[in-house]
């Protein structure tokens, strides 16, 4: 009698476990990016790194962001700010490229210029293997001359 009951909540076990091992899947926020957003700069959150080793550090298997740029924009920049050596992998209608700190932006990663309309994965990476909290910086505006 033990077995059959087993069986009767096998399935139920199943797909309680397939659900929260998929949880993860849709953790991505999608956020929408129209010309003349606000507030500006806007920040996003997250923990960086993961277990996806890459050329662009250890990644999460999923985005940590998701941004949809509603029309082409002629200037956007993101900047990540986080301890460790953060990256910013980015997969986009361009391609797949990777965002590296360096001297001039003081090891914070940091693209901008043109951004066509379209769907951008983000993923912060670490090249230190370890994940820590990061703040993600998105603005229209320009950055003041040094």
């Known amino acids: 009698m033990k077995t059959s009951t087993l069986i009767k909540f096998f ?17 991505a926020e999608v956020v929408q990016i129209e010309r003349d957003f ?12 993961g277990f996806e ?5 250890n990644i999460s298997a999923t985005p940590n962001q998701v941004l949809e740029v509603a029309e082409s924009l002629p200037y956007l920049r993101l900047t990540v700010e986080s301890e460790g050596k953060p990256t ?3 997969d986009g209608p361009e391609g797949r490229f990777c965002v590296l700190g360096d001297n001039y932006s003081q090891e914070k990663p940091e693209i901008s210029g043109y951004w066509q309309a ?11 293997e370890q994940q820590n909290d990061y703040t993600i ?3 229209q505006q320009k950055m003041p001359q040094k």
């Open 11 to 27: 399935p139920i076990v199943l797909a309680i476990a397939l659900i929260l091992a998929n949880l993860h899947l849709v953790r």
């Open 38 to 49: 606000q507030p500006d700069p806007l920040t996003l959150s997250g923990k960086s790194g």
């Open 53 to 57: 080793k890459s050329n662009c550090g």
């Open 88 to 90: 910013l992998l980015i």
């Open 118 to 128: 379209g769907k951008y994965s983000l993923y912060v990476g670490d090249l230190s």
């Open 137 to 139: 910086s998105i603005s």
